[in-house]
């Protein structure tokens, strides 16, 4: 049970269209990643699976069954909300216990759930406390409680991490993706930030603008970005991004720097392109481009440096300790086997 | 043994203004806060001072002296005449009645107007704004007439009834305002765990909010029990009257009895103040909540 689909569904609010035709099928117990810029509609999707949103066309259904015109109640859901959305006046106990007490189920076995979830969660010795005098993370562990305890067919989280610092945001992203792996429910996951996307999902929708950009694993978005757009958002830092043509066998910069490619591309000769690279894409070589240096960022593991090249600026990280100075010309080879090239008319990955 | 050589510490908000300054505008703080104290206990005082002096030494040494006599005549006689035990029950059923239905009246309005946002919530906000806007002397008039034929005339529950209205009227107002603010996701949540609107009402809206209810309830009771014109009209039988018409009714009889009406004015306020003793603490709670988020 849990299976997610949402076919060609639109969201209008009065004349403006926020959702265009998204379809979307999500298979029982996967972990799924709405990513996107904020306005881009993903917490309206999730609202809408949610049935807080009401749908403009198409439908979603779950577990087989059209859900369009049910309540949020009876969709067999539970969403974990970006303020926690904790009863103030109600003890942890009481805050997961609630929907069990709507449903009637008896207070002995409502008892039992609540400790069993808060066993898992770590909440057994605040049971008796009101909201406001947890911590942000315990809050949040409530929030998941809340959910946990109606074992529902698929969960929902609306940016849930961030509220938090970071270094509690990282701790809870595998909290919540120890959870999943131990329940195996259906979850849908909203961020703005793809690092969270990467590193929890099983699949990331990427969106843009009320449209679905991509979907795929996050290795698949990270090696395979079907367009400028998911090339930009995900990856950190950004991939780089140079403007310029194709001819058959280089791409030539804006400045007349001719990078070699892998592969022979005769078929698009002439025509305007953006080559991607990403940063760790570039090795030190003395014999390659040359590139000036602006700045250089150690971090101890690797070293980043922005970089002026082909008459852009450009971000490289290499595993070798870099000691240029800003000003100095360093000798750089792009690897062409990693290059992403794509139309900078459409933005569509050639 | 006191150590003076010690200062202490100045404390933080305090470190912008020179120490001797500071310690004169303290004095003209607490002075201006004497006198204004003063001035508010000053009514209570004159109602204690002369309702338990006899009638002779009001009349040797006038209402500010200090009385030289004590006597409980006063306080028992106008006891015992207006048979004041009826009186107070009458208030208290009164304003008890008014403030446990005008509070739930205006919680149900505020209710579908701030979270339900049903259409037209502004304008029924207006119109029921009139209904305290009006002076109530222009209502007397319908207000009775109303009361006649309906047949409750004479009725506790015609100003019951009358006060449930106007005061919710207010009460509407506030708590529209309150709700508009409530946190959306705490009302979704509910949504999600189960609940349909009686329950979110009941089970999530109404606790959140029971301090500012305790507020409104309090002001209801007090300004029900204050009320004169509207009882005074519609209550005419010796039975039905509340303790303001009771102390109305004897201005034209004891004129001549200053100390019976200083008797009467200390009865009169007595259950209000330890109606708000008893409420104090939720009066304040209830003002400070919406600071605390």
Redesign the interface.
Known sequence: MGAVSINSVRKSFGHVDVLHNISVDIAEGEFVVLVGPSGCGKSTLLRMI???EDISAGDISIDGRIVNAL???DRD???V???Y?????MTVADNMG??LK??GVPKADRRKRVEEAAAILGLTDYLDRLPRQLSGGQRQRVAMG?AIVRKPAVFLFDEPLSNLDAKLRVHMRSEIKQNHQRFRTTTVYVTHDQIEAMTMADRIVVMNAGRVEQIGSPLELYDRPANLFVAGFIGSPAMNMLSGRLEADAFVAADGTRIALAEHRAAGAGRAVTLGIRAEHFALDGEGLAAEVLTVEPTGSETQVLMRLAGQDVVASFRERVTALPGQTLGVRPMAEAFHLFDSETGVRI | MTDTSVPAAPGPTDRNIPRGKRGALRWWVLAFLFAFLAFMLAPIFLALNNAIKTATDYATNGPLALPQSFTVEGLLGFWSYVDFTSKIWNSLLLSAAVALFGVILSLLNAYAIGVGRIRGGRATLVILLLGIMIPQESLVYPLYYLAKSSGLYDSLWAPIIIFTVLQSAFGTYLLSAVMTTFPHEILEAARVDGANRWQILWYVVTPILRPTLAVLATFFFIWTWNEFLIPLVLLVSNANQTVSVAMGALSGQYVSQPTITAAAALLGITPTIIFFLIFQRTLTKGVVVGAVK
């Open positions: 949610a049935g807080l309540e949020p109640k859901i539970a969403m909300f970006q303020s959305a904790l009863y103030p006046h609630f929907s709507l449903a809340r």
